[in-house]
């Protein structure tokens, strides 16, 4: 009986820590799942919505999305709550931006996170029918790099908003895989923070800079001096990228969203 009473009393203080956070016990136990880092975040990190690409990514992100045709593969990588994909399947339009509406088309979406999130998110009716027919799909606990093109077929667009690009400790690789997830004539949008730096023999370069003027790397462009857009032509020979070494932080570095990193060239080749 005694024991009966601690599983109850249990129950209902995590039905009550539950409640505060807008979840149920059962998601509360759910692997993963860091409520308390979802809540404590930033928002832009966790609950970005299509409002927020928008303004994050400027034109190019309704440029892009306006010219994939009915069918197309849009995958969102490190998509947090999945808000942004989601919002393609409402019954209403989602976004009005700058006095403009958002013109949607019926894509397929794919939301990738590497932390169990969904459940936090309340989709409407009209997003979980899109789930049950396929054409919005949620990939959860996994990072992007452990992916496909046999898990859901080549992708016209990728996104990237402070996501895995803002925090792995090799971005060589993470775009090789970017470029090899694209469809021929498929474009990758990378929305970074300007506190990645590449150490050269030359100095020492925001990431974006670099790029453009450094290496001036083909299939590679920046727009706006924040977003670095990866190309993937219909034919042609992939782009190559310089390898980069992670140079690891100090021990007493200040801990931010995303993390501040310092990479440094090294002469093999990325791709």
Not at 165 to 171: C, E, I, R, V, W
């Amino acid at each position: 009986m005694a024991l009966e009473k601690w599983y109850l009393g249990a129950f209902v203080l995590m039905s009550i820590a539950s409640a505060a956070v807008g979840v149920s016990p059962d998601s509360a136990a759910k692997p993963g799942c860091d409520h308390a880092l979802v809540h404590s975040a930033p928002p832009y990190i966790f609950r970005r919505t299509l409002r927020q690409y928008w303004e994050e990514l400027g034109n190019e992100f309704p440029r892009h999305l306006g010219r994939l045709p009915p069918g197309a593969v849009w995958l969102d990588s490190g998509a947090g709550l999945g808000l942004a994909t989601a919002q393609m399947h409402e019954t209403e339009d989602p976004l009005f931006a700058r006095g403009k509406a958002f013109t949607r088309v019926p894509l397929r979406t794919i939301a990738v996170s590497r932390e169990h999130f969904s459940h936090l998110s309340d989709f409407s009716t009209s997003v979980r029918d899109a789930i049950s027919r396929g054409a919005h799909r949620i990939i959860e606990g996994q990072p992007v790099e452990s992916l496909s093109i046999a898990d859901f077929g080549p992708c016209d667009l990728i996104t990237d908003v402070f996501g895995p690009a803002s925090y792995t400790d090799d971005l060589s690789s993470l775009f090789n895989h970017y470029y090899r997830l694209l469809a021929p004539g498929g474009h990758a949008l990378i929305r970074l923070s300007r506190n990645t730096q590449i150490e050269t023999p030359h100095g020492q370069f925001e990431l974006l800079s670099w790029v453009r003027y450094q290496w001036k790397l083909p299939n590679f462009e920046v727009s706006d001096e924040r977003l670095l857009i990866l190309s993937r032509p219909s034919s042609g020979a992939p782009p190559h990228f310089p390898r980069l070494e992670k140079v690891p932080a100090a021990a007493d570095a200040p801990v931010t969203y995303p993390p501040s990193r310092l990479f440094r060239e090294t002469s093999s080749p990325g791709f």
